[in-house]
């Protein structure tokens, strides 16, 4: 397991390479490449892409152990899923099987949750930054309250 200094540094190695590949020739641009692999490898990254599902784990478990979930999906059998306006596959998927709250964690990242309350009703996302207890998506069934600062940047 990665810990968060180490995630953090490779984001650092990340950012430098963002920030001068852009100006680089090929030759140059592969120098960048090769330095951050070598970078997130001292870190105990295998790869670039184990870097970023690495860092997109640790994020999930940060909005996870930042919020406090509640109820159960009912498949919303009298309104419009919210969750439908995000990802129809994962509505369909839940509705068929009768799987409960935990599913969300494992088919939609929470970070997309926190990015549609911003897109489809931002004033409730204020509250709940601000630690109200909210619908996980509009006309949801399933709550949210946030319980404690996040460790991490989640929109990285």
């Known amino acids: 397991m990665i810990d968060i200094e180490k995630l953090l540094a490779g984001r650092q190695a990340v950012e430098y390479y963002r920030e001068h590949q852009g100006r680089a020739d090929a030759t140059e641009h ?3 490449v090769q330095e951050l692999i070598s970078k997130l490898k001292a870190l105990g990254f295998k790869s670039i892409d184990a870097f970023f599902e690495q860092n997109k784990n640790l994020v999930e478990q940060d909005i996870i152990a930042c919020n406090r979930f509640e109820g159960e999906c ?3 059998p009298d309104r419009e899923p919210g ?6 596959s994962c509505c369909a998927f839940r509705q068929k099987n009768k799987i409960d709250k935990l ?3 494992k ?3 929470p970070i997309h949750q926190q990015k549609l309350w911003e897109e489809t009703y931002p004033s409730k996302l ?3 930054l601000a630690g109200a207890k909210i619908a996980l998506f509009p006309n949801c069934k399933i ?3 946030r319980v404690k600062e996040p460790t991490l940047d989640w929109y990285w």
């Open 30 to 32: 592969e120098r960048l």
């Open 74 to 76: 009912d498949g919303c």
């Open 83 to 88: 969750c439908k306006t995000l990802s129809a």
């Open 103 to 105: 599913f969300i964690y």
């Open 107 to 109: 088919d939609i990242p």
């Open 126 to 128: 204020a509250e709940a």
């Open 143 to 145: 709550t949210v309250q």
